[in-house]
Structure formats: structure tokens, C-alpha cells
């Protein structure tokens, strides 16, 4: 674990004084809402949350949906699941489409006022009739029910992906619709066998973001950032809270 947290200080850490764009993914500005001392203690110092595992069926289906969205798109033809729910929209021919997909380059933007190279990747890009784009993003999981509609607290997460995806492409020039879609798809288990299958459930979620809230959360994050002090820890942050809790511990002994 140590030659994780080495690493970490190695690359990509915040330099107050350098004047070249310093890179903000769209995970470190949804881990900067969630907890301003986490965000600071990562990108400032270094020293990140420790990291999760990978979810690989997850990642799997991403992919399979990516081809068979590609497949309709080089058709020039609408989904099925978009017919189905009447949706005036086909998977959109972009030229830079390869390269928003990509983990490491994504669709970015250089924000000029704090010299920040905003960027994330997304999964894809639908356009309607009046050439406006829409955002839209798969999610995979396996539930007892599925999901419908984003009515969980922890679905704050994907609303703020949506819109900080939205700001993005808009800010690259493009007509932006406020209605993206979520692909959400559900691993069913209520048969009776394996037999080295899965059967899905998948629904369409329409959300209509509202991303005015991104330019100032990027000002405040850029403020945070060259702050020679670490902000207070959020109240609700798990992490800081076991921090707190090994260091009081450590003071008693």
C-alpha cells in the first residue's frame, strides 16, 4: 500500500506555482462535493482514498453496450430501447466520439480563469432531429427490483456526472440538450439456473440536468486547491470520521 501512496506523490499533484493547465477528471470534481479535506489531501498532497476494486462484470457489459449502440450507429439508425420509449434520438456520429470514450484524454476543456483542464469520459452521445446532443451514460447492477428511476440518495452521484458531462460538450461548442439518459441495466435473479447466463432487465432513465452549479464548484475548487491549509473535513465523510477516530485512539495511548 505505501508504494500506492508513493506514486501518488509522484504524478499529477497540484503546484501552485507552475503555470501549466493542471488536470481535474470529473471523479475528483465529484470527490471535491463530497469532501472538500479528501480532495485537497489528493490532488494537493498526495495522499488519496484508499482505492476500491474493480468492477469487471461492470465493465463488461460498459463495453458490450458500447458495440451495440456502435452497431445502430454506423447504421445511422435509432436503438431499439430508443424506439421503445419513443425517444427522438439516434446514437450521434461525432468525430471526437473515440477519443470522449477514453479514460485518459476524455472530453476536456481549459478553464481559463483558474488555468484547470476539466475533463471526463463518457459513454456515449445520442443526437435528435434538431441536432441537439444528448449525454448518456450505462449503468449496470444486480437488484431484487429494478431501477426505474433515480430516487436514491447515492444516485447524487450520477446527476452530478450527467451535468458535469453536459457543461463539458457544451463547452466544446456543441448544442447541449438539459435531457441526458441513463441505460440502466439490471442482472436478474430470479432464475432457477446459471448455466453461464445472465439475464438483464434494462430501462431508460430520463433526467433533465441543470449544470449552472459546475463553473463556481470549479472557482471554489481551484480557491481549495491553492490554499497552503487543508480544509475541515466534511461531517459526513466516512474517511475523515475513521481518521479522526486512529488518531484519537493514537493521542490516548
Not at 429494478?146 to 463547452?171: C, F, P, S
Amino acid at each position: 500500500m505505501s508504494e500506492y501512496y508513493n506514486a501518488k506523490r509522484e504524478k499529477n499533484l497540484f503546484d501552485p506555482s507552475s503555470p501549466k493547465p493542471f488536470k481535474v477528471s470529473r471523479s475528483k470534481i465529484d470527490l471535491f462535493t463530497e469532501c472538500k479535506r479528501c480532495f485537497y489531501l489528493d490532488r494537493r498532497l498526495g495522499v488519496g482514498r484508499p482505492p476500491g476494486y474493480p468492477f469487471a462484470l461492470n465493465s463488461a457489459v460498459d463495453e458490450l453496450l458500447k458495440r451495440e449502440f456502435d452497431f445502430y450507429r454506423h447504421r445511422n439508425e435509432s436503438h431499439p430501447i430508443q424506439a421503445k420509449y419513443g425517444i427522438d434520438a439516434r446514437p450521434a456520429k461525432l468525430p471526437d466520439l473515440d477519443q470522449w470514450r477514453n479514460n485518459f484524454v476524455g472530453v476536456q476543456y481549459h478553464h481559463e480563469p483558474t488555468n484547470l483542464l476539466i475533463f471526463g469520459a463518457i459513454d456515449d452521445v445520442w443526437i435528435n432531429s434538431k441536432n441537439e446532443l444528448h449525454l448518456c451514460d450505462y449503468k449496470a447492477t444486480s437488484k431484487e427490483e429494478a431501477t426505474k428511476e433515480l430516487n436514491d440518495a447515492w444516485h447524487d452521484g450520477y446527476r452530478r456526472q450527467m451535468e458535469i458531462y453536459q457543461w463539458l460538450v457544451a463547452r466544446n461548442g456543441h448544442r447541449v440538450s438539459r435531457r441526458g439518459y441513463f441505460v440502466y441495466t439490471n442482472g436478474r435473479r430470479d432464475r432457477e439456473r446459471f448455466d453461464d447466463m445472465l439475464h438483464f432487465e434494462t430501462h431508460l432513465i430520463a433526467y433533465d440536468g441543470d449544470s449552472s452549479w459546475v463553473e463556481d464548484t470549479i472557482i471554489k475548487l481551484h480557491q481549495c486547491l491553492i490554499s497552503d491549509h487543508p480544509p475541515e473535513p466534511s461531517p459526513d465523510c466516512d474517511y475523515c470520521r475513521y481518521l479522526d477516530a486512529v488518531n484519537g485512539a493514537l493521542r490516548i495511548k
